[in-house]
Nanobody, 114 residues
Framework: QVQLVESGGGLVQPGGSLRLSCSASRTIFSIYTMGWYRQTSGKQRELVATIRSGGSTNYADSVKGRFTISRDNAKNTVYLQMNSLKPEDTAVYYC????????WGRGTQVTVSS
């Protein structure tokens, strides 16, 4: 069973930065597309960013220019660098691997507030 564990969330002031990490285990990592999604209470989970095995990336319009997704295949880890954070970025952030039916981590809370 694939395991994904997110870390790095927390409370940050508007304009601040956070870096999320997602470590994958019990799976080959390098060949799969990885993604970050987020969800707030009462809303559907939405795409934040994805990164393919070759390194090409895709971002939601709302985070373009502020967030950067990257991966370290040697460490089986995907990252999300979040800069210029806004209150509307507040959500639980989930890691996803596009393998088979898709697998999810348990999420990490990001709160942007003064």
């Amino acid at each position: 069973q694939v395991q994904l564990v997110e870390s790095g969330g927390g409370l940050v002031q508007p304009g601040g930065s956070l870096r999320l990490s997602c470590s994958a285990s019990r799976t080959i990592f390098s060949i799969y597309t990885m993604g970050w999604y987020r969800q707030t209470s009462g809303k559907q989970r939405e795409l934040v960013a994805t990164i393919r095995s070759g390194g090409s990336t895709n971002y939601a319009d709302s985070v373009k220019g502020r967030f950067t997704i990257s991966r370290d295949n040697a460490k089986n880890t995907v990252y999300l660098q979040m800069n210029s954070l806004k209150p509307e970025d507040t959500a639980v952030y989930y890691c996803n691997i596009q393998k088979g039916p898709g697998y999810w981590g348990r999420g990490t809370q990001v709160t942007v507030s003064s």
